[in-house]
C-alpha cells in the first residue's frame, strides 16, 4: 500500500526557510519520480518541481527557481523540499505525490501524479 507521509511545514517570515520531508513506503520508490505540488487557498493544485527516480534530475516551475531545491534519499525512500527565501506567495498546502506506475520523467503536472500524501502547511507572513 502507497504511503506518502509530509512533514516540516509551519509558519515563517518573509525570506526564512523551510525544509519539508516526504516519507514514502509500500512500494519501490527507487523506480518513482516524486513530486511537491501545492495547492493555495481558492486556487488550483501547482506543480512545484519533480526528482526523477533514474538520476536525480530535478525540475522546477520557474516561480521557485533558485529558491527552492528537491533531494531524495534512497536509502530510506525520502524526498526533501528544502525552501529558501521564502514569500507570501509560497503560502499553501504543500503535497508530495508519486505516480500510480514506475516513471522516471520529469513532470510536476497534477495530472500525471495519482498517489498524494495528506499535505503539510506553510504560511509566510509577517
Known amino acids: 500500500q502507497v504511503r506518502l507521509v509530509e512533514s516540516g511545514g509551519g509558519s515563517v517570515e518573509p525570506g526564512g526557510s523551510l525544509r519539508l520531508s516526504c516519507a514514502a513506503s509500500?512500494?519501490?520508490?527507487?523506480?518513482?519520480?516524486i513530486g511537491w505540488i501545492r495547492q493555495a487557498p481558492g486556487k488550483e493544485r501547482e506543480g512545484v518541481s519533480c526528482?526523477?527516480?533514474?538520476?536525480?534530475?530535478?525540475n522546477y516551475v520557474d516561480p521557485v527557481k533558485g529558491r527552492f531545491t528537491i533531494s531524495r534519499d534512497h536509502s530510506n525512500g525520502n524526498v526533501y523540499l528544502q525552501m529558501n527565501s521564502l514569500e507570501p506567495m509560497d503560502t499553501a498546502v504543500y503535497y508530495c505525490?508519486?505516480?500510480?506506475?514506475?516513471?522516471?520523467?520529469?513532470?510536476?503536472?497534477?495530472?500525471?501524479?495519482?498517489?498524494w500524501g495528506q499535505g503539510t502547511q506553510v504560511t509566510v507572513s509577517s
Open positions: 505525490a508519486a505516480p500510480s506506475r514506475p516513471y522516471s520523467g520529469l513532470s510536476y503536472s497534477p495530472h500525471d501524479y495519482d498517489s
Open positions: 509500500g512500494f519501490s520508490v527507487e523506480y518513482y519520480s
Open positions: 526528482i526523477s527516480s533514474s538520476d536525480s534530475s530535478t
